[in-house]
C-alpha cells in the first residue's frame, strides 16, 4: 500500500532524513522507534505531505505522491494525528471532529464515522457540545485521533499519541490504535514508549539520525544492539 523508497528530507541545508525507506502492506500496524531528534516527527510529516522530500519517492497505491500537493495525501487516504493534538480548542468537539470529514467522501459517511468514534471513545459522546480546549489531555487525544478517523483514511499516521497521558491513559489510547487496526485501517505509529510499541505492531523500524539502522519482527527490533545504544548508551 504504501512504499517508501530512499527518501530524503532536507530542513534548510540541513539533512533530517537520509535514504530512509520502509513499506507498509494494507491493515498492518508498523511502529517507527529512535530516541529524541532521530527524525520520527520528520519522516511522520513527510508521509503526511507537510514536509517535501528533497528526494526519493512516497507510494501509495500506486501512485507517485512526493511532488504533490498536501491536501492530496488526504485525498489518497492517508490521515494523521499530529504530536500535541493541535485542536481547534475555541470549537466544539462535534465541529473539531467534523473537520476531518471535510473531504466529499468522507462527507457521505459523516455520521456512520462519527458514531464510530463515540463507540471506540464513549467519553467523546459525552462531550460533543463541549469547547475542544475544556477537556482533559486523554479526552483531547480522543478527539484527534477521532478527527483522523472522520477522514475513512486507508492509512492512519500516529505520531506519539501517548505524550503527556496519564500511565492509565496510555493504555486506553493503546487499546484503542489496536481497535483501529483491527477494523483494517493501517496503522503507522511513531512512539517513545518502546515496549508498549514493539507488543503492538507487526513490524517495526528504529530510526536513528535520520537512518533506518534496524528492521523487522519486534522481538528481533527489541533485541538489537542498535536499539540498546540510542536509548541505554550500551555500546
Known amino acids: 500500500m504504501l512504499d517508501v523508497l530512499d527518501l530524503r528530507v532536507n530542513y534548510g541545508a540541513a539533512p533530517a532524513l537520509w535514504g530512509v525507506s ?4 494494507q491493515g498492518e500496524l508498523v511502529c517507527v522507534i529512535g530516541p529524541n531528534g532521530a527524525g520520527k516527527t520528520t519522516l511522520i510529516g513527510a508521509l503526511a505531505g507537510l514536509n517535501r522530500a528533497r528526494s526519493g519517492s512516497i507510494t501509495m497505491d500506486g501512485c507517485e505522491m512526493t511532488a504533490v500537493a498536501p491536501h492530496r495525501f488526504c485525498a489518497a487516504g492517508i490521515a494523521i494525528v499530529p504530536e500535541g493534538r493541535r485542536l481547534f480548542t475555541r470549537l466544539t ?8 470529514s471535510y473531504l466529499r467522501p468522507a462527507r457521505a459517511v ?5 458514531e464510530r468514534v463515540c463507540a471506540l471513545f464513549p ?8 469547547p475542544a480546549g475544556a477537556l482533559s489531555g486523554g479526552q483531547q487525544q480522543m ?15 500516529l505520531d506519539e499519541p501517548s505524550l503527556g497521558l496519564s500511565p492509565m491513559m496510555v493504555q486506553v489510547m493503546f487499546r484503542a490504535i489496536r481497535d483501529v487496526n483491527a ?4 496503522v503507522l505509529l511513531v512512539e517513545q514508549n518502546v515496549a508498549m510499541a514493539l507488543d503492538l505492531a507487526r ?4 530510526l536513528e539520525e535520520g537512518r533506518i539502522v534496524a528492521q523487522g519482527a519486534p522481538d528481533a527490533v527489541f533485541a538489537n544492539p542498535d536499539l540498546r545504544r540510542a536509548y541505554l548508551g550500551i555500546a
Open 22 to 25: 520502509l513499506t507498509i502492506a
Open 203 to 206: 513490524r517495526a523500524y528504529l
Open 143 to 157: 478527539v484527534a485521533i477521532g478527527r483522523a478517523l472522520m477522514a475513512a483514511p486507508k492509512l492512519l499516521l
Open 183 to 186: 477494523t483494517g485501517t493501517a
Open 110 to 114: 459523516r455520521e456512520r464515522s462519527l
Open 123 to 130: 467519553a467523546v459522546r459525552d462531550k460533543l457540545d463541549a
Open 93 to 100: 468537539v462535534r465541529e473539531n471532529l467534523e473537520i476531518g
